[in-house]
């Protein structure tokens, strides 16, 4: 399916599976696509509960998998224990640096990556999918700070 509606895809998604299709998980979605850069469930269920919404916690884990299940959004663990969520519906494939430091994620684009990961995964004889790179190091701030 070609939408660029993310409500339409998620509709799409719920029917083709056989999920119930439930206002609470329209309205997670919602507040999902209205989250910028990188947070948990946890997070996204506290923004929920102060701006008056009566889903529960459970509900917000359950449609995250959904979600993550149809491609709205990833899923990283960033180094953590904590599972990160992004939205990747209708943004541009990129990659992460993180700092093991502060905990800062930037993203980046680099098309050498996605070469690099099609070659080999043709000479391992797989086909290839899709890839996600994470680097970990220490931000320039961070670096800053040691002496300080």
Known sequence: M??????EFFTHYLKRNKYRITPERFEILETVMHCDGHFDADELYLRMKNAGSKVSRATVYNTLDKLTECGIVARYRFGERLARYEIM???????????RSCGKIEEFVDKRVERFAREASLSMHYG?????????????ECQLNVGA
């Open 2 to 7: 070609n939408t660029t509606d993310p409500k």
């Open 89 to 99: 519906f209708g943004n541009e494939h990129h990659h992460h640096i993180i700092c």
């Open 128 to 140: 290839f999918e899709n890839t996600v790179l994470h680097i970990y190091g220490v931000c320039r």
